[in-house]
């Protein structure tokens, strides 16, 4: 009976509902893909609709092969590649696009569907948010309804009735769905090789600092990560968010030294710990947050001489470990600071602060002193705290020191090393995040790129490496009130750091909160937290080949659940001489003679009687019991009865 | 039972080629439903109706409805006759057993309306009185397709107080030949002799209310008329006015077929009749086969 169906063309309706469906799906990539491939994609979609409506014919086999060629060069061209995720994103698109124009049949459509569905997934490779999630979901809804639109030949069902049918298909898999995401083999790592390229254009600190390097990252509200503390919360200026520590400096940038790594921490530690659990955005480095002082290691990490949790291997996902830190400790104390490199500085630059530097130690002595007096200095001088400080020449700390006394953290910090080192007094730079903002939502610390912050250390004798913020010496309120209060009004400002509106403020804190409970439970499912919700659930055997029975006898136990309700309802409604009536028909098809669905028994029966009149009359008298049975008033028992034996006779 | 069939064959002798259409009339007066006859003119609407009510016994009228037609020439008006010094009443044509209301989508919506609302009732009132129409009382409305020129065509609501309508078309040859060799339709006409008596009819009428319409009919006609509801394919679904007129014509055309039980064949056989004037296509909002594809697309259950 199908037989004839699949060659049927497709509707315009079908046909606009597929274009339609397929360029919502592909939209999100719209930003990512080469101009001209969008415009490509989109004329393709505008032309298969106008060739529908207009009711022409579809352009040429040897047009078609000529346009995938050249469009596959021209993506070779463009990505040096077909291969990776945006090369093959990129071809995919452009294969849809030509697909579309050579769809003419019902059947050409379903294909198109199925990929639509596979186009659903390319999303995901460039952003797993709660609102590309929904949005997706909606993609997920459409493709679903587009293709029972596809399973109507004879007429177009109603749009309401489709999208109400293809909504209830999904929640139907729902529980299939969630059964999946829990008992799925998880891998360590993500399912797919990321390409290199993955994180062009991710934002966040870097293992060098020059003057204007941190301002920029103050304009980003991008997160750089989320802790959520045990106990309370320190106070806003003990945050600090230990980052690259930078030794080495050439006059204008500083870089870091390559880290000699160890496997456990020398750390005088003095006061009860800070616990804490982090989740750092990928940032595509090897360094993992932490407050200053990290205390632990966390799994797959080791630490640099210089205090910095560095992991394996680089920050590609979101991670998430435990931590404990000391706010108050002690480090280096023990060890000389290697002082050459601690001291050392760049020949020809600055002349006017290494005078100063060697006037300090002259009247100061020792590190201490010196260390206060500089900072004396700062604080009395009047330098200014700013986001956009004027532009230095090649001498920048002398400029910053004695002629603009205007800057940002990095300034501070960079010109107070090399003061400090002038005076002999070994120094350093550590970049990292101050502070961060409270979600109280979610009871968690949001700290975000606009956090970015520098400051020093100096290594006083007896006492090690010792935390000095220069930027606190001229602007107190930086580090107590975060980057909105140190700053006048009126300069620009990220939106998350200056609290226009207190309801928007409050929306996107829940927002946050929203994505940070995603983050943790949804995206957040790994091998890790696989294996303990299971243990959890008393499975100890967690292998993969365990969860692979589980899954399977799951799905069959929720596939054989909805069957039976499906049955139950239509069983409900069903005749037994129906159904006999149907097995007769069956057997008359194999003779065949089929009946079509909209054809009444008495015409069907003489339309048989015609086809076969050998076995006409047995036909002629079932269809009479029929009859009498479904349409007469009459008692039931006898006849159904008799139609029964009559049905089981009945031979071809 | 005889009877009816042999009214069938008479009319068929005048009618030629046309049974189908004629049974359809004969099922829509057996089911108490006023019929609507629309085709171009000269294919015998006017004939039909002529010998419906002829070869039944049923009085019969005829007005011709044009545009300066006033309800008062439909219904009647009262006369003061000086002679007895009061008003009397004078009944119009539509006080008859057989009215056969012509061209009807030529006059103005205010005479429809008098006949429409007649149809309805039953009954009709003038000057504050109310007067009973004979029984049985049917109207057969001839009417010109809507799209030639001079024509006021029914409003839907209207319309679909004809439980029928049909369209004779063209006859075909071998049928038009005939015609063509036979004698004059007019003389025919005056020569034909009722078949039966108007208390026959009743007693059909009565007959077919008892015919059965098991549920597994009943959730035919639902699905039928579900589909016209829920397709995208339709104007406007089928009321439930429409799905009754289903039922009872189905019953009148079981009754011809001499069954006591309506089948899922009689619904088919009736729907066009039934359906065509009230349902149109979404697409093009014509009503060319929507019938024919309202069939195909509905499964029996």
Not at chain 2, 79 to 91: I, K, L, W
Request: include cysteine.
């Amino acid at each position: 009976m199908n037989a004839a169906k699949p060659i049927a063309a497709i509707s315009l309706r079908n046909t606009v509902w597929i274009t339609l469906t397929l360029a919502l799906i592909a939209a999100p990539h719209a930003e990512r893909l080469p101009l001209w491939l969008t415009v490509i994609a989109a004329v393709f979609c505008g032309w298969r609709l106008y060739l529908a409506r207009m009711r022409l014919e579809l352009p040429a086999r040897w047009l078609m092969i000529f346009i995938v060629a050249a469009g596959s060069a021209a993506i070779y061209l463009e990505y040096r590649t077909l291969f990776g995720r945006d090369a093959g994103v990129a071809l995919l698109v452009l294969m849809i696009s030509l697909k579309l124009m050579e769809t003419r049949t019902q059947r050409d459509g379903m294909v198109l569907a199925f990929i639509g569905y596979f186009l659903v997934i390319t999303n995901f490779f460039y952003s797993q948010s709660i609102p590309t999630a929904l949005y997706l979901l909606a993609c997920v809804w459409l493709i679903t309804a587009t293709m029972i639109g596809l399973q109507y030949t004879r007429e177009a069902p109603p749009t309401r009735s489709q999208l109400r049918t293809a909504a209830i298909m999904l929640a139907q898999s729902a529980p299939l769905m969630i059964v999946f995401f829990i008992l799925f083999p998880r891998m360590q790592g993500p399912l797919w090789g990321l390409p290199t390229d993955a994180f062009a254009g991710v934002t966040g600190l870097s293992d060098s600092m020059s003057p204007g390097s941190l301002n920029k990252l103050v304009f980003s509200e991008d997160v750089a990560l989320r802790a959520t503390f045990a106990g309370r919360l320190p106070p806003q200026n003990r945050l600090y968010w230990r980052g690259p520590v930078l030794l080495d400096f050439d006059g204008r940038t500083w870089t870091a030294a390559p880290r000699a790594m160890r496997n456990q921490i020398e750390l005088d530690r003095r006061e009860n710990p800070v616990r804490y659990t982090v989740t750092v955005e990928p940032h595509n480095r090897r360094w993992l947050f932490a407050l200053d002082m990290p205390g632990t290691l966390p799994p797959r990490a080791g630490i640099s001489v210089d205090h910095l949790l560095l992991s394996q291997v680089p920050i590609t996902t979101r991670t998430r470990y435990e931590m404990e830190s000391f706010l108050d400790y002690g480090i280096g104390a023990a060890s000389n600071p290697a002082p050459a490199r601690m001291l050392a500085l760049p020949a020809g630059f600055n002349p006017q602060t290494r005078v100063l530097g060697q006037q300090l130690r002259a009247q100061h002595g020792n590190s201490e002193a010196i260390m206060n007096a500089a900072l004396k200095m700062l604080r009395d001088q009047k330098f200014v705290y700013t986001l956009e400080p004027p532009l230095l020449g090649t001498h920048a700390v002398d400029e910053f020191l004695f002629e603009t006394r205007a800057g940002f953290c990095e300034h501070f910090a960079s010109a107070f090393v090399v003061l400090m080192r002038a005076a002999g007094v070994p120094a350093r730079v550590v970049t990292g995040y101050l502070g961060g903002e409270y979600n109280a939502l979610g009871d968690y610390l949001i700290v975000r790129q606009s956090d970015a912050h520098a400051w020093t250390e100096v290594w006083l004798d007896n006492r090690g490496w010792v935390r000095v913020d220069p930027t606190n010496s001229v602007s107190p309120a930086r580090a107590d009130g975060g980057l909105a209060a140190a700053l006048p009004d009126g300069v620009s400002l990220p939106r998350s750091a200056r609290a226009s509106n207190p309801l928007i403020h409050q929306l996107a804190l829940t927002l946050d909160s929203m994505a940070n409970a995603w983050n943790q439970t949804v995206l957040g499912y790994n091998l890790e937290t696989q294996r303990a919700l299971l243990t959890r659930a008393g499975l100890d055997d967690t292998s993969w080949r365990t969860l692979a029975v589980m899954l399977i006898a799951a799905t069959g136990v929720i596939t054989l659940l909805l069957a039976l309700l499906t049955l139950r309802n239509r069983a409900h409604k069903r005749d037994p001489a129906l159904a006999l009536y149907r097995a007769f028909c069956a057997k008359a098809a194999r003779a065949g003679v089929v009946r079509d669905d909209a054809e009444g028994p008495l015409d069907f029966a003489l339309r048989f009687a015609t086809a076969r009149p050998d076995i006409a009359p047995a036909a002629q008298a079932i269809t009479q019991l029929y009859v009498a049975l479904r349409y007469k008033n009459i008692n039931k028992n006898n006849e159904l009865h008799e139609l029964r034996q009559r049905v089981r006779q009945f031979a071809i | 039972m005889k009877k009816i069939n042999d009214a069938a064959s008479q009319i068929g002798h005048i009618i030629l080629g046309k049974d189908r259409q004629i049974r359809l009339a004969l099922a829509c007066m057996i089911a108490r439903g006023h019929l609507l006859i629309e085709d171009v003119p000269g294919v015998g609407k006017t004939t039909l109706a002529h010998a419906l009510a002829a070869s039944l016994g049923l009085a019969f009228q005829r007005i011709q409805f044009t545009s300066d037609l006033l309800p008062a020439d439909v219904l009647g008006v009262a006369v003061y006759n000086s002679d007895v010094s009061r008003f009397e009443f004078h009944p119009g044509p539509i006080f008859s057993q057989v009215v056969l209301a012509d061209e009807v989508n030529r006059a103005t919506p205010k005479a429809q309306s008098a006949l429409l609302e007649a149809m309805e009732e039953h009954q009709v009132t003038i000057e504050g009185e109310t007067r009973k129409l004979p029984e049985p009382f049917f109207v057969i409305a001839t009417q010109n397709p809507s799209r030639q020129i001079g024509t006021f065509p029914l409003p839907e609501s209207q319309l679909d107080r004809f439980l029928m309508r049909i369209e004779l078309g063209y006859p075909d040859a071998t049928a038009e030949r005939a015609l063509l060799r036979g004698e004059d339709r007019r003389d025919l006409l005056s020569q034909l002799k009722p078949c039966m008596q108007p208390a026959d009819l009743l007693a059909l009428q009565r007959e077919a209310q008892q015919v059965h319409t098991s549920d597994a009919l009943l959730d035919y006609v639902q699905a039928l008329v579900d589909h016209t509801r829920n397709s995208a394919g339709y104007a406007g679904g089928l009321s439930p006015r429409a799905a009754l007129a289903l039922v009872h014509a189905a019953r009148a055309w079981a009754l011809l077929d001499a069954r006591k039980h309506a089948v899922p064949e009689d619904v088919q056989a009736i729907l066009p009749g039934v359906v065509s004037h009230r349902l149109q296509s979404a697409t093009d909002g014509s009503s060319a086969d929507v019938a024919a594809r309202l069939l195909a697309a509905v499964a029996i259950p």
